[in-house]
């Protein structure tokens, strides 16, 4: 039996134990609804036309988020590892930095930049910087160091070693930290979206809860969920490709 096969039989499990839960003990839908329930509820999101402007919103703003402080979390871990004393300098602000919480931002976000799109790509892409640069940083510190002797011999200059030897190397590291940043990113997005989003799925949340929908609020859950598994399994084929290559370079 695949291990695909056994997770969807786990999962049709799972499903059905909740359900008879939920009809034999009388459990009121109020407090946790059935996936009969839930289903009828996506289902008519979906149908109705509702559910995709939110999905949409959600995903630019993680999309962008991601990108932002992907970029900016693998630039600053490159300084920082080609620069140790400016790293010695740094990293205390930056781990400070770290150490807010992102909802407390959320207020000071609202005044700076308003409501709508920007605060919410912001708050995520502060989170997804963190794990950039500290897998930047890890994987340009593990590149063998006979390997960096042979290119200095070799006359290359800081900047050739840099991109043909000690990127190529920490490659894996730093893409295993673009994995954790996209789970991140969509936490940022939907965190950012309950203290300064008019629309998305976190707003849907928030709005959800407003009126006590606990079937649509369980609904969108599942999305989330959707929406971050798409993200998660597309990164991991970016991955694959771009180790393939780097491996028959």
Same mark, same amino acid.
């Given at each position: 039996m695949?291990a695909r096969?056994?997770? &969807? *039989?786990l999962?049709?499990?799972?499903?059905?134990?909740?359900? @008879?839960?939920c009809?034999?003990?009388a =459990?009121? %839908?109020? /407090? $946790?609804?059935?996936?009969?329930?839930v289903?009828?509820?996506?289902?008519g999101?979906?149908?109705?036309?509702?559910?995709?402007?939110?999905l949409?919103?959600?995903?630019?703003?993680?999309?962008?988020g991601?990108? $932002?402080?992907?970029? =900016? &979390?693998?630039? %600053?871990?490159?300084?920082?590892?080609?620069?140790?004393a400016?790293?010695?300098?740094?990293r205390?602000?930056?781990?400070?930095?770290?150490?807010?919480?992102? *909802?407390a931002?959320?207020? *000071?976000?609202?005044?700076?930049?308003?409501? &709508?799109? @920007?605060? @919410?790509?912001?708050v995520?892409?502060?989170?997804?910087f963190?794990?950039?640069?500290?897998?930047? $940083? @890890?994987?340009l510190?593990?590149?063998?160091?006979? #390997?960096?002797?042979?290119?200095?011999?070799?006359?290359?200059?800081?900047?050739q070693t840099?991109? #043909?030897l000690?990127l190529?190397a920490a490659?894996? =590291?730093?893409?295993?930290g673009?994995?954790?940043?996209?789970?991140?990113?969509l936490v940022?997005?939907?965190?950012?979206?309950?203290? %300064?989003?008019r629309?998305g799925?976190?707003a849907?949340?928030i709005?959800?809860?407003? +009126?006590?929908?606990?079937? $649509?609020? +369980?609904?969108?859950? =599942?999305? /989330?969920?959707?929406?971050?598994?798409?993200f998660?399994?597309?990164? #991991?084929?970016?991955?694959?490709?771009?180790?393939?290559?780097?491996?028959?370079g």
């Amino acid at each position: 039996m695949s291990a695909r096969l056994a997770s &969807g *039989l786990l999962l049709l499990a799972l499903l059905a134990a909740w359900e @008879t839960w939920c009809r034999a003990a009388a =459990v009121p %839908a109020l /407090i $946790l609804p059935p996936p009969s329930a839930v289903a009828a509820t996506l289902w008519g999101e979906v149908a109705s036309g509702r559910l995709w402007p939110h999905l949409a919103v959600t995903a630019a703003e993680m999309t962008l988020g991601l990108a $932002l402080g992907a970029a =900016v &979390g693998l630039g %600053a871990g490159i300084l920082l590892a080609e620069s140790p004393a400016l790293g010695r300098v740094l990293r205390p602000y930056i781990l400070a930095s770290q150490l807010v919480p992102k *909802l407390a931002l959320g207020p *000071l976000l609202i005044i700076w930049f308003g409501f &709508g799109l @920007t605060p @919410t790509v912001v708050v995520t892409a502060l989170i997804c910087f963190f794990p950039l640069m500290e897998t930047t $940083l @890890t994987g340009l510190a593990e590149v063998d160091p006979a #390997r960096r002797e042979l290119f200095r011999m070799l006359g290359a200059s800081r900047l050739q070693t840099l991109l #043909r030897l000690k990127l190529p190397a920490a490659l894996p =590291v730093i893409l295993a930290g673009l994995r954790v940043a996209v789970v991140l990113a969509l936490v940022g997005a939907v965190v950012g979206e309950f203290v %300064a989003g008019r629309a998305g799925l976190g707003a849907s949340i928030i709005a959800a809860q407003s +009126v006590m929908d606990s079937s $649509l609020i +369980v609904a969108l859950f =599942v999305v /989330i969920t959707a929406l971050g598994m798409v993200f998660y399994e597309a990164v #991991r084929a970016l991955e694959r490709l771009a180790l393939r290559r780097y491996r028959k370079g």
